[in-house]
């Protein structure tokens, strides 16, 4: 372990980053070469946390014309489906996985318990957070930083499908300007468009640093922590 940067990590993944080129749904190859350095890295004795969205399946935010709780809810259970896929696709890789969620739904899952993901982290398992923070108004981002805060993390991983943090959408604009550290600070007032701004506080706030990275190389995750320069480093 003394080689390793980070010995817990939080890892947040977009429910896109789940779907690949097809943008909805799952693509299994995606998955699977996610779970492969999910699994590299608890064979290298790091104490691992997932958080994923549920944009794959559900974006409530556009284009439907429904009351915001209700497509808040939905967009939780979708975060459910997502992990309960990759529990099932670690556990084929033979990784102990325990899937906890912020809504209680017990047939499939535990409830989340600080004390329980705490256990199963010190145990080798990976815990999978879903259903967010289990309230509407509120993103998977931000149960990223507060199960991050919770766990005492030493890393947030942001998988991206762009590979740092940029001034802009280099997808849009050629000439955005690339940052290899930047401040918490500066993404709230750049409004740089990272996590939303509740969990940048929320990082800020309990000095959690964050590592922002494209997971289209899912060998970047084994990179970060074992102390290589990739994507952006977010820190005070």
């Not at 974006?59 to 209700?70: C, I, K, L, Y």
Request: aromatic share 6%.
């Amino acid at each position: 372990m003394a080689e390793l940067k980070y010995k817990r990590v939080l890892l947040k993944l977009s429910g896109e980053a789940l779907a690949g080129e097809k943008k909805t749904g799952i693509n299994p190859e995606v998955l699977g070469s996610i779970c492969d350095k999910v699994k590299e890295l608890v064979d290298l004795g790091v104490e691992v946390g997932i958080v994923v969205g549920g944009g794959n399946f559900w974006r409530g935010r556009f284009g439907h014309d429904m009351e915001r709780t209700t497509s808040d809810y939905m967009g939780m259970l979708a975060t459910a489906m997502n992990g309960l896929a990759l529990q099932d696709t670690l556990e084929a890789r033979g990784v102990y996985t325990r899937l906890q969620t912020a809504i209680e739904m017990r047939e499939v899952a535990e409830p989340y318990i600080k004390r329980k993901a705490w256990k199963h982290l010190e145990k080798g398992r990976v815990v999978i957070f879903s259903c967010g923070t289990g309230n509407p108004y509120f993103t998977t981002d931000t149960a990223a930083a507060l199960r991050a805060a919770e766990i005492e993390a030493d890393a947030i991983l942001v998988g991206k499908t762009i590979d740092a943090v940029y001034s802009a959408d280099p997808k849009v604009d050629p000439n955005a300007e690339r940052f290899d550290e930047i401040t918490y600070l500066d993404i709230l007032n750049k409004d740089l468009k990272v996590m939303d701004s509740t969990a940048i506080s929320l990082c800020r706030d309990n000095q959690i640093p964050l590592v922002v990275f494209g997971i289209d190389d899912p060998e970047n995750i084994i990179k970060i922590v074992k102390g290589e320069k990739i994507g952006t480093l977010v820190r005070e």
